[in-house]
């Protein structure tokens, strides 16, 4: 009976292998055609007429918006279920996309925009069901594969949008591009069956323990051990554990299909509105607040590089974008790295993500104080991977203190912290360019400081709490 439950589940461990491919290949078509128009937005708006003044504010809608509808949209994929979310996400984006193709003036501009900066968050869903799919000590590997997938397409839609661009017309050929792509990836979504994307946590420890090949009475061991894992999540609330030991499912696995797509609107708010009012008062201000730093920090250090390489160096823009594209194109590659860097320090995310920040913050300094620019290169080839390694950190870190029961509204929560990081880095930036060049990074040097204070402060206290979370998990059995 045990050998036959456990073949079905490496059945399904198969399949979902194949639909994280899905996701990642997802994952690349989706930066691969925002990043084709992101550098041509700004030269579109302006040719349609626009001053500067207005160009900026209809430029800093998609963050505005973004800022708050991250947050809503991921609370809502944990209700209504991943896959339907994300199609959601991905044929209002693609409207948006369309209509962008189709502006001629600046209200159809501001339009097109509106769509966008509300439903694209087809990244956040991804990294979401992904964590569903897999177990805790896999997520950082599959978060590190996906994230470089997603990179590289963010590397090669420029210079798609840009050879798309000398052709008259480009723009407009270049957004329908985009919203074909995004069609594209919905059909994909499509595909994956339902059942799928429902999330079994005692399908993930079968998965181990046969890989372990363990006998019968340590995989009964195992689920039941499981079981009491997945019931102390601290975002899990009561609804979710009456769904979790409800008929038909089982003990300690949590299914994601809290509220039907198709029920009430005000059902699926009032969800909403409760997993939000839960993690805003949950007690992971300390992770937020150290994410918010290190994405100012990390927005100080680009803000102004190509204009402070040319006045520090007299580089020439053109050897800068070959510098950019360099340290970008090794962020890509970084994301194969977070697997076997989580690895070696034996999945202790805390003490990885203090070490990255620490240095990030060392080759920010080492940046800001650059006689040449051979340091820059240099600090740039290590500034890369630190920036890739502690984003996973911390968004695993978020999962693992909030659960990954409200694994959608976490993502979404930290993308609003890092919209707020967009909104205020520009004008802090601006700021700091008024004393020095390197002014900027000379700031970031300070919050990422005040980062690493804050975790060797916090990280303590989150070791004594796992510890008597521990203790009681052992009393409990």
Not at 77 to 82: C, E, K, N
Not at 314 to 335: E, V
């Amino acid at each position: 009976m045990i050998n036959q439950k456990c073949s079905t589940l490496l059945l399904k461990d198969r399949r979902r292998r194949r639909i994280i491919k899905c996701i990642y290949v997802v994952g690349f078509m989706d930066l691969f055609g925002v990043s084709m128009i992101i550098p041509l937005l700004s030269h579109h708006v302006k040719a349609l007429g626009a001053s500067p003044t207005v160009a900026g504010i209809v430029g800093s809608t998609y963050g505005i918006l973004q800022l708050f509808s991250s947050t809503i949209v991921g609370s809502w994929s944990d209700v209504v279920g991943r896959r339907y979310s994300l199609l959601t996400c991905l044929l209002l984006s693609a409207l948006g996309y369309g209509l962008l193709g189709m502006s001629t003036s600046i209200a159809l501009f501001v339009l097109a925009r509106i769509p966008v900066g509300l439903f694209k968050h087809s990244l956040s869903i991804c990294r979401a069901l992904l964590s569903d799919l897999v177990s805790a000590s896999e997520r950082p590997l599959v978060m590190g594969h996906f994230n470089a997938a997603s990179s590289v397409g963010f590397i090669l839609g420029p210079v798609v949008g840009g050879y798309l661009t000398e052709h008259e017309g480009g723009f407009y050929t270049s957004s329908f591009t985009c919203a074909a792509i995004f069609i594209i990836n919905a059909g994909l979504v499509w595909m994956i069956p339902q059942s799928e994307t429902l999330a079994d946590r005692n399908d993930t420890v079968c998965r181990n323990d046969t890989s372990a090949g363990y006998h019968e009475k340590h995989f009964s061991k195992s689920v039941q051990n499981g079981s009491h894992t997945n019931s102390h999540h601290p975002l899990l609330t009561a609804e979710m554990q009456q769904e979790s030991t409800s008929p038909g499912k089982h003990q300690g696995g949590f299914r994601w299909r809290d509220v039907s797509f198709l029920q009430p609107v005000w059902k699926q708010l009032s969800s909403v509105g409760s997993r939000i009012h839960i993690v805003a008062s949950s007690d992971m201000w300390d992770l937020f607040l150290v994410r918010l730093l290190m994405a100012i920090a990390i927005m100080l250090y680009y803000s102004n590089f190509s204009l402070a390489m040319e006045e520090r160096f007299s580089l020439k823009p053109k050897m800068t974008g070959y510098l950019i594209s360099y340290s970008s194109t090794l962020g890509a590659l970084a994301g194969f790295l977070v697997g076997p860097v989580t690895q070696l320090y034996k999945n202790n995310m805390p003490a990885l993500l203090l070490h990255s920040t620490v240095l990030t913050c060392t080759l920010i300094f080492l940046y800001a104080a650059a006689p040449n620019v051979w340091q820059v290169l240099l600090t740039s080839t290590f500034f890369a991977i630190s920036t890739t390694i502690g984003r996973t950190c911390i968004t695993d870190l978020e999962l693992q203190r909030g659960g990954v029961q409200a694994s959608g509204t976490l993502i979404g929560a930290g993308q609003s912290v890092t919209a707020v990081g967009r909104i205020l880095a520009p004008l802090l930036s601006g700021l700091a360019q008024e004393f020095s060049p390197c002014g900027p990074p000379s700031l970031g040097v300070v919050l990422a400081l005040a980062a690493v204070a804050l975790l060797l402060i916090r990280i303590p206290k989150w070791d004594a709490r796992e510890m008597t979370k521990a203790a009681k998990l052992r009393n409990s059995k």
